[in-house]
């Protein structure tokens, strides 16, 4: 149907198609009432024949529409009109994030990848908060918006198909890759079901890979429920430790094990992003005991409900899904495989089966044991390997194939795989001190071990060897343990190679090796000439230190003359004279007398004719440290004084003669 300019609603303009997905085409359309562009996401016919999902549809729809957060895809409306169910949605522009996995064609940034999920748990938290469960989270459903935001889409849609007769056997079969085990298993789903897809999204991001991934959907959701995912860091070796232990505790398939919230996983993450490689990820086993039943209840439901209404239940959805779709004969042999990895029954395709009986859990027994309790049920015991196992003593069952499921039956005469423990295996740690990096590796693993690898500095070893190990050599490990080695990186420290900067001013030389990175210390002499010059370095030019080293500068300083004010009281000196007075028989009153005033033995200031009644006679020297000063006056009658003192022109600035 051509939709492009047709108004739906009385309100919303269909524009251009601008997406297609498995259950809906999405249009982008023009709110005429609010006069903004919108996304209508019309469902396919094939959806809109059931009555049931149509309602489930339409009232999960509307309970998603009350989510506000920046990392939703906001719903404004939700509408039908000649056959046509629609969503009115916020229009994003940006790309999916698959479409982002897909052209990268490898692992994305770690720290990119976190990022993500932290918008995405943010998102599911909220969401969870409300009761509401996605269901289908997985990067088509993400969108990443041109400034990089992630925005969570199609909440409520989900639910509304898992619980209509449209199962996750047929339209939503595309995303099994990222079903959490109980829901690929048709069990009840929850918050931590979403966790688990989440997990399985960063998995993806930062590997470039679905963690189980085969050739039919149907053996993806059995790997889901079966088999142990390989860790995220082995394929991408520099992917944080933590980061990867966050990934592997959301895949947990016992949901007791996972988050229990998106707010705990909210909390890992975003530490992550602080210590990436930092121990505070709760990834702790329980008790297995315990654990089985969890994923019985977490598989099939309510342990205490009716298993033949629900194993009906489910034949029932098998059977409308067949007869709607018409399904060839090729996919129906598909079909009864995963009826039957189901624990459903095959009477409605009237096959009769031979007897069944329900597989045995011999994991942990001894293998007497479980050869006994596995051929009383007429199934035939067989030891596939003998492996060491530190956990499992020795003569014990360590795993089985197929792997135990509560309710699983298998036909009689099947074959049950077990491996048996060859107990502990133990080794010598090799000496590998002194050794270079890859030499104690292969040392190490030649010996049965891993190798945990610590670099840091060292003064004293050269850059790749090893420092020192933290199992002492010769003692005995279990073989697989990891034994933790340091290796050096060399001094770590930076050399240079000091330039000559004797002759220069203080604050060139100082610039010059401060420059280099080295430290300066000043250290001052008295002198003559070359004022603020440097005469010697401590550590010669040309000489190659480590980057920080001080190196102390000589300089001269040559002092500065100081000056000082000088009083002389002339009249206290002489005595002075009177105005009247006269002289002696022949001779006259001198009423003068000459000043002479020396530093040291150098004149420095004289003057004649100066009256013997002056009180307050001044004049200036200068000079350097201490100095002699000597003042002597003198008359034309052959008068004489002198006066002498010694004083230090650093701490004084005024003297006076009297």
């Given at each position: 149907?051509?939709?492009?300019?047709?108004?739906?609603?009385?309100?919303?303009?269909?524009?251009?198609?601008?997406?297609?997905?498995?259950?809906?085409?999405?249009?982008?359309?023009?709110?005429?009432?609010?006069?903004?562009?919108?996304?209508?996401?019309?469902?396919?016919?094939?959806?809109?024949?059931?009555?049931?999902?149509?309602?489930?549809?339409?009232?999960?729809?509307?309970?998603?529409?009350?989510?506000?957060?920046?990392?939703?895809?906001?719903?404004?409306?939700?509408?039908?009109?000649?056959?046509?169910?629609?969503?009115?949605?916020?229009?994003?522009?940006?790309?999916?994030?698959?479409?982002?996995?897909?052209?990268?064609?490898?692992?994305?940034?770690?720290?990119?990848?976190?990022?993500?999920?932290?918008?995405?748990?943010?998102?599911?938290?909220?969401?969870?908060?409300?009761?509401?469960?996605?269901?289908?989270?997985?990067?088509?459903?993400?969108?990443?918006?041109?400034?990089?935001?992630?925005?969570?889409?199609?909440?409520?849609?989900?639910?509304?198909?898992?619980?209509?007769?449209?199962?996750?056997?047929?339209?939503?079969?595309?995303?099994?890759?990222?079903?959490?085990?109980?829901?690929?298993?048709?069990?009840?789903?929850?918050?931590?079901?979403?966790?688990?897809?989440?997990?399985?999204?960063?998995?993806?991001?930062?590997?470039?890979?679905?963690?189980?991934?085969?050739?039919?959907?149907?053996?993806?959701?059995?790997?889901?429920?079966?088999?142990?995912?390989?860790?995220?860091?082995?394929?991408?070796?520099?992917?944080?430790?933590?980061?990867?232990?966050?990934?592997?505790?959301?895949?947990?398939?016992?949901?007791?094990?996972?988050?229990?919230?998106?707010?705990?996983?909210?909390?890992?993450?975003?530490?992550?992003?602080?210590?990436?490689?930092?121990?505070?990820?709760?990834?702790?086993?329980?008790?297995?005991?315990?654990?089985?039943?969890?994923?019985?209840?977490?598989?099939?439901?309510?342990?205490?409900?009716?298993?033949?209404?629900?194993?009906?239940?489910?034949?029932?959805?098998?059977?409308?899904?067949?007869?709607?779709?018409?399904?060839?004969?090729?996919?129906?042999?598909?079909?009864?495989?995963?009826?039957?990895?189901?624990?459903?029954?095959?009477?409605?395709?009237?096959?009769?089966?031979?007897?069944?009986?329900?597989?045995p859990d011999v994991v942990g027994?001894?293998?007497?044991?479980?050869?006994?309790?596995?051929?009383?049920?007429?199934?035939?015991?067989?030891?596939?390997?003998?492996?060491?196992?530190?956990?499992?003593?020795?003569?014990?069952?360590?795993?089985?194939?197929?792997?135990?499921?509560?309710?699983?039956?298998?036909?009689?005469?099947?074959?049950?795989?077990?491996?048996?423990?060859?107990?502990?295996?133990?080794?010598?740690?090799?000496?590998?001190?002194?050794?270079?990096?890859?030499?104690?590796?292969?040392?190490?693993?030649?010996?049965?071990?891993?190798?945990?690898?610590?670099?840091?500095?060292?003064?004293?070893?050269?850059?790749?060897?090893?420092?020192?190990?933290?199992?002492?050599?010769?003692?005995?490990?279990?073989?697989?343990?990891?034994?933790?080695?340091?290796?050096?990186?060399?001094?770590?420290?930076?050399?240079?190679?000091?330039?000559?900067?004797?002759?220069?001013?203080?604050?060139?030389?100082?610039?010059?090796?401060?420059?280099?990175?080295?430290k300066v210390n000043v250290n001052?002499?008295?002198?003559?000439?070359?004022?603020?010059?440097?005469?010697?370095?401590?550590?010669?030019?040309?000489?190659?230190?480590?980057?920080?080293?001080?190196?102390?500068?000589?300089?001269?300083?040559?002092?500065?003359?100081?000056?000082?004010?000088?009083?002389?009281?002339?009249?206290?000196?002489?005595?002075?004279?009177?105005?009247?007075?006269?002289?002696?028989?022949?001779?006259?009153?001198?009423?003068?007398?000459?000043?002479?005033?020396?530093?040291?033995?150098?004149?420095?200031?004289?003057?004649?004719?100066?009256?013997?009644?002056?009180?307050?006679?001044?004049?200036?020297?200068?000079?350097?440290?201490?100095?002699?000063?000597?003042?002597?006056?003198t008359d034309t009658n052959g008068?004489?004084?002198?006066?002498?003192?010694?004083?230090?022109?650093?701490?004084?600035?005024?003297?006076?003669?009297?």
């Open positions: 149907m051509i939709l492009e300019g047709k108004i739906l609603g009385n309100r919303y303009e269909i524009i251009e198609k601008v997406g297609n997905g498995g259950m809906a085409t999405v249009y982008k359309a023009e709110d005429k009432v609010l006069k903004r562009n919108v996304a209508v996401k019309v469902l396919k016919d094939e959806f809109t024949t059931d009555e049931e999902f149509i309602k489930r549809f339409e009232i999960e729809a509307q309970s998603a529409a009350r989510l506000t957060h920046p990392n939703i895809v906001s719903i404004y409306d939700v509408g039908s009109e000649d056959n046509l169910y629609y969503i009115v949605m916020e229009l994003i522009r940006g790309k999916t994030l698959k479409e982002i996995i897909v052209e990268e064609r490898g692992p994305l940034p770690w720290k990119w990848s976190v990022n993500v999920a932290i918008q995405i748990a943010s998102a599911l938290e909220m969401a969870h908060k409300n009761n509401i469960i996605h269901r289908d989270i997985k990067p088509h459903n993400i969108i990443i918006t041109e400034d990089g935001i992630a925005k969570v889409t199609d909440f409520g849609i989900a639910k509304a198909v898992s619980n209509s007769t449209i199962t996750a056997f047929g339209t939503t079969i595309g995303s099994v890759h990222y079903f959490s085990p109980e829901h690929a298993r048709g069990g009840f789903t929850d918050a931590k079901s979403d966790l688990y897809s989440l997990g399985v999204v960063m998995y993806e991001m930062v590997t470039g890979r679905v963690p189980f991934d085969a050739d039919t959907p149907v053996s993806v959701a059995l790997k889901h429920m079966q088999e142990e995912p390989e860790e995220p860091i082995e394929l991408n070796p520099n992917l944080p430790s933590a980061v990867n232990r966050i990934i592997m505790k959301a895949l947990k398939k016992d949901t007791t094990l996972r988050y229990q919230s998106a707010t705990d996983m909210l909390a890992d993450l975003r530490q992550a992003l602080k210590n990436p490689n930092g121990d505070f990820v709760d990834d702790r086993d329980y008790d297995a005991t315990a654990k089985t039943q969890k994923i019985n209840t977490d598989l099939y439901g309510d342990v205490a409900e009716d298993d033949n209404k629900k194993r009906g239940e489910t034949d029932n959805k098998f059977i409308a899904f067949i007869k709607s779709h018409k399904v060839l004969s090729a996919f129906i042999g598909l079909i009864l495989l995963f009826a039957i990895s189901l624990g459903g029954t095959l009477a409605f395709l009237n096959i009769t089966n031979p007897a069944e009986v329900e597989l027994m001894s293998k007497e044991e479980a050869q006994k309790t596995v051929e009383d049920l007429k199934l035939v015991f067989e030891v596939s390997s003998e492996e060491y196992n530190k956990d499992v003593p020795e003569g014990y069952v360590i795993s089985q194939d197929p792997t135990y499921i509560a309710d699983y039956n298998v036909k009689e005469g099947s074959t049950v795989k077990v491996v048996i423990s060859k107990g502990q295996e133990k080794t010598t740690v090799p000496k590998v001190v002194g050794m270079t990096k890859e030499e104690a590796v292969d040392a190490l693993e030649e010996a049965n071990l891993k190798a945990d690898i610590v670099e840091e500095t060292s003064r004293t070893v050269e850059e790749g060897y090893v420092i020192s190990q933290e199992v002492e050599a010769d003692s005995e490990a279990y073989a697989g343990d990891t034994i933790k080695i340091h290796v050096s990186t060399g001094t770590g420290i930076k050399q240079v190679t000091v330039q000559n900067v004797v002759g220069q001013t203080e604050a060139n030389a100082k610039s010059t090796l401060e420059g280099q990175g080295l001052y002499v008295e002198a003559t000439s070359n004022d603020g010059k440097v005469t010697a370095q401590s550590v010669s030019a040309g000489t190659t230190v480590d980057e920080g080293t001080t190196v102390t500068l000589t300089v001269n300083k040559v002092a500065e003359d100081k000056k000082a004010s000088v009083t002389i009281n002339v009249k206290s000196i002489t005595g002075g004279y009177e105005e009247n007075s006269e002289g002696a028989e022949g001779t006259t009153v001198v009423k003068n007398v000459k000043i002479e005033l020396r530093v040291d033995d150098s004149t420095v200031y004289t003057d004649s004719g100066v009256d013997k009644n002056t009180t307050n006679k001044t004049t200036e020297i200068s000079g350097k440290g201490s100095v002699r000063l000597t003042l002597v006056i008068g004489n004084w002198t006066r002498t003192q010694t004083i230090n022109l650093d701490n004084t600035s005024t003297v006076s003669f009297s």
